[in-house]
């Protein structure tokens, strides 16, 4: 079988977006489920209201894996699977060890959606002597001191981190020293790489805040809210003499940007269900 050290996927080489890579999971995610009813053909429309896009933007992104589908019958939903899990590089065997076996690690370990998605659980790697053997998912911890002999021995090219934020950056750079060329960070600190390797960031604490945001801002627009009276006045007093053309400042960009839908608002779940 493919290791992923040595077969990695050539979206980038033929030009596919990121935006357009980052909502093909969603795509997969909505085929598989017809796939598993049998059903045999989609039409965009039907796709893209279960993958939650535009029919338009569906289309477009389709045009980039070559697939144009038949007019007046859809997409092969089969043929879809396997051409976008092959984008993906999900026909091969992608090794992944985990960093930091805590409540959070443990969870990942015993994921399921990893083997049936084409990641193949390696590792669980800790810095405790006392969780050396332990197994967890059925996997037995491994402790960090053999991290690089780990990653050199079963070919691994994508780790995930899950320690706590003070030591996250540490094993990232031991990782990358061993050879992993694909991270994805669960701890809550902003992690530096070099030329080549990717990081993907999942922070919970920063999507719970998002959606507080949009809960306060809701609760804002309820009829017989408070329309910018006292504090809220006094607050919102400096904005009205802001210069024209000044540059918003991050909270009011934030603001402005939550209800776009770019790349970063398309972006699929880490482990769909």
Known sequence: MATGRTHRPATRSRGIPEATVARLPLYLRALTALSERSVPTVSSEELASAAGVNSAKLRKDFS?????????????????????????????????????????????????????????????IDADPAMTGKPVAGIPVQHS?????????????????????????????????????SILNFAPTVLSVPDGVDVRKVDLSIELQILAFHEQRKAGEEPGADSGTGTEAAAAAPAATEPAGAAAPPAARTAQDSGRKGPDGDMPAVMPA
């Open 64 to 124: 980039y894996l070559g697939s144009y589908g038949t007019r007046g019958v859809g997409y092969d939903v089969e043929y879809l699977v396997y051409q976008i899990s092959r984008e993906l590089g999900l026909t091969q065997d992608w090794p992944v060890v985990i960093v930091g076996i805590g409540n959070l690690g443990a969870a990942l370990a015993g994921y399921g959606g990893f083997a049936s998605r084409g990641f193949r659980v390696a590792a669980l």
């Open 145 to 181: 001191d053999d991290l690089e002999k780990i990653v050199s021995e079963d070919g691994v090219s994508i780790g995930v981190i899950a320690t706590p934020a003070g030591v996250a950056q540490q094993v990232c750079d031991r990782l990358v020293a061993a050879g992993v060329t």
